[in-house]
């Protein structure tokens, strides 16, 4: 006769006893256990938000763009939730954050690999971010995949293309690992959608997405900004980075400048 199969439990599926035992204080400051749990909540709903955006990438290039919608949008309302988060954060005062930050030490929140991994997702390609990993790290090595890869911005040029639309070989035979350069061939490309939405529909839902997710990537920077602001004012960032005035200059950053600037035309 075999064995019962093992009992699954609520805390052994989830694997709570890691999970809850991952908190690592370097003070005794009450302040300190909400940081670590905003930044590693942070880190698990980026793990999902690169589990939806491969799968969307990988339908979008297959040719298979409507399932990809689903995944795009759960993407967005996951950016929701992060964004929501900063205000848990901004409950603490300078203060409060003064009274541990010495035990961060050399840390940044520049070193987080997800984060850095969506942003080439997206098209945000920077290989200067690859000096933050260490050599020989499975960080490093998805890191460098990522930022080798096609974008999703790439895999929705090609469908552009593949609908007949003229998008200039140089654009979609770039060299995907250096940033990209807004082309008003494609911006043109982009119009075309918006002014017949009927022909293009597949596109046109497709664009609509992209555009939450880069309003949803500003919103959270912009939140982003104005907690460090509200924490630590002008002050240099841990690790050396620069802190608020770095963060206001990513707010410049579109990750689809087509979709943005091809509104003005409409």
Known sequence: MSAPPPRVTYAGYLGLDRLLSAQHPTTDRHDELLFIVIHQTKELWLKEIL????????????????????????????????TQSWDVLATMTPSDYLSFRDGLGASSGFQSWQFRTLEYLLGLKDASHLSFQDEGSEALAALTSALNAPSLYDDALQRLAVHGLSIPAEVLGRDVALPYAPSEAVEDAWLAVYRDTARYWELYQLAEKLVDLDDALLTWRHKHVLTVERII?????TGGSEGGSYLQRTLQRRCFPELWSVRTRL
């Open 51 to 82: 589990h939806e955006v491969r799968l969307a990438k990988a339908l979008i290039r297959g040719g298979d763009a409507e399932p990809a919608y689903k995944a795009l949008a759960r993407v967005s309302r996951i950016q929701s939730i992060m």
């Open 233 to 237: 004012g002008s002050k240099r960032g």
